[in-house]
């Protein structure tokens, strides 16, 4: 038995408790360097598009919760894990996903809470960073990896430490903010 495996799934918790519990998704704290350089180092693909879709769903074992998001992309800004087709056709859709949102299980609500930044609305438009996840084939990304757009403009919210010059405004052009990403990846 894992740890994973051990306390019991989401689904018996909104059955006992008849959907009056929910869970939390844990978040990262602090700063182990530059905010930026730190996702970029350890993101496999950054894209900026619009959101298209979202469903919510369980894990087949009950014991974690996604909602995964299908993007229209715009522009890859980099990636270095590339997807194959198992035939030849157009490229799948890029599915990205984040732990949390509601699902009902036995006619009970579970919900589970994650950063209000990984829920995402249809229409957003973004730059998000992930990670590929090979079980699934799609991107995993966490509540540091998404910055939202508003009017062609990224809205930065990383903190700014003068002993990591990151060169990052509050506002910046698209095209600007892409330059400082690939300029990372290099």
Same mark, same amino acid.
């Given at each position: 038995? =894992?740890?994973?495996?051990?306390?019991?799934?989401?689904?018996?918790?909104?059955?006992?408790?008849?959907?009056t519990?929910?869970?939390?998704?844990? #978040?990262?704290?602090?700063?182990?360097?530059?905010? &930026?350089?730190?996702?970029?180092?350890?993101? @496999?693909?950054?894209?900026?598009?619009?959101? &298209?879709?979202?469903? =919510?769903?369980?894990?087949?074992? *009950?014991? @974690?919760? +996604?909602?995964?998001?299908?993007?229209? =992309?715009?522009? #890859?800004?980099?990636?270095?894990?590339?997807?194959?087709?198992?035939?030849?056709?157009?490229p799948p859709?890029?599915?990205?996903?984040?732990?949390?949102?509601?699902?009902? +299980? *036995?006619?009970?609500?579970?919900?589970?809470?994650?950063?209000e $930044?990984?829920? %995402?609305?249809?229409? *957003?438009? %973004? #730059? %998000?960073?992930?990670?590929?996840?090979r079980? *699934?084939?799609?991107? &995993?990304?966490?509540?540091? @990896?998404?910055?939202?757009?508003?009017?062609?403009?990224?809205?930065?919210?990383?903190?700014t430490?003068?002993?990591?010059?990151? $060169?990052?405004?509050?506002?910046?052009?698209?095209? #600007?903010?892409?330059?400082?990403?690939? @300029? &990372?990846?290099?």
């Amino acid at each position: 038995m =894992t740890q994973a495996q051990i306390g019991p799934t989401y689904r018996q918790i909104a059955v006992e408790h008849k959907g009056t519990w929910s869970g939390t998704v844990g #978040v990262g704290c602090g700063w182990a360097g530059p905010p &930026l350089a730190g996702i970029v180092q350890f993101a @496999d693909i950054a894209v900026e598009g619009m959101v &298209l879709s979202a469903r =919510t769903y369980a894990t087949p074992d *009950d014991r @974690d919760i +996604f909602t995964e998001y299908q993007i229209a =992309t715009r522009q #890859v800004i980099f990636q270095r894990i590339t997807q194959t087709a198992a035939k030849p056709g157009p490229p799948p859709p890029i599915i990205f996903k984040a732990r949390g949102g509601t699902v009902i +299980f *036995d006619g009970y609500p579970f919900t589970l809470s994650g950063s209000e $930044r990984t829920q %995402l609305k249809v229409g *957003d438009h %973004l #730059v %998000l960073f992930a990670r590929y996840d090979r079980v *699934d084939g799609k991107w &995993l990304f966490g509540d540091r @990896d998404v910055f939202h757009i508003s009017e062609n403009t990224v809205v930065n919210w990383l903190p700014t430490f003068k002993e990591y010059p990151e $060169r990052l405004e509050p506002r910046m052009a698209i095209g #600007v903010f892409a330059q400082r990403i690939r @300029d &990372l990846v290099r």
